[in-house]
């Protein structure tokens, strides 16, 4: 499967091109933070290469997953807390959500045997 390339959305470059001047996507040297907002004194525009580094579901690995929409509180019902950051595709939350009928707190009535 090929990677999908992208040109940098603010300066139009190409993967492995150097970044304009205040690109926003440039990132520092030297903190490794975004250039144009980090806190160093000395900014080095034009030092990395633009690399676009895909969004993955955490879960099939599928890249670019279509984002949608999740009602208010689902998320979190559903959602594992270490899987909360991560990005899921669509058919993966499904999956969650079928393992997690209640969510993912609530526990199997199994253990009332005392
Ligand atoms: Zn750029
Ligand atoms: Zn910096
Ligand atoms: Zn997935």
New binding site residues.
Partial sequence: MKRKTWS?H????KEGEL??EG?D??TCVDCGGQLISCDCEVKKFGEIP?LLIPNLCRLCGKQWPDMFGIPDGEWDNFVLPELKLEVLCRECYKEVKAIFPKGWRSKKKSRQSN
Wanted: hydrophobic fraction near 20%; glycine fraction near 10%; charged fraction near 20%.
């Fill in positions: 940098c603010d300066c139009g470059v970044h304009q690109c996507m440039e633009y």
